[in-house]
């Protein structure tokens, strides 16, 4: 029981960084998009879908006890975190939350093999917009796995 608590209290400061992204979102989707708009848009992209998957990673240190492992792990936490595991624990995230996290996921991976002049502001600033409406989905999904 103590490592749930310590563990809902790591989620809970995470998604508070998470949150605190949304007002930098907000602020550079509103650029016009300029070469460090598109930098900072991406670093803010980034640091979003790594703060969620650090959760993921939490929950499935302390809950599952199984974390992937390999050049496909991201991946495959992401899509872990939706599997109903048996008596251990429910879905961390529906199947669509995932797909939305996919999408950042991918950017994510961009976002760190090439450089900042060769990424594209349209798609940066869309997923930027999207990012209250993901937050809300990963924040409504997590709650219900210490509900009950």
Known sequence: MKELTVLKSQITAELEKLRMLLDEANAIAKKKGANI??????SILHDFYCGAENIFH?????????VPAGL??????LNQMTL???????AVITKETARTFEEYLRFRHLFRKRYGFELEW???????????????ALKK?????FEG
């Open 37 to 42: 708009d598109i930098r900072a848009g991406g």
């Open 58 to 66: 939490a929950i499935a240190t302390a809950i599952d006890e199984s």
């Open 72 to 77: 496909s792990w991201h991946i495959e936490l």
């Open 84 to 90: 109903n595991i048996g008596n251990i624990r429910s």
């Open 122 to 136: 349209a798609g940066i600033k869309r997923l930027l917009k999207h990012l209250p409406s993901a937050y809300k």
């Open 141 to 145: 999904d997590i709650a219900s796995l």
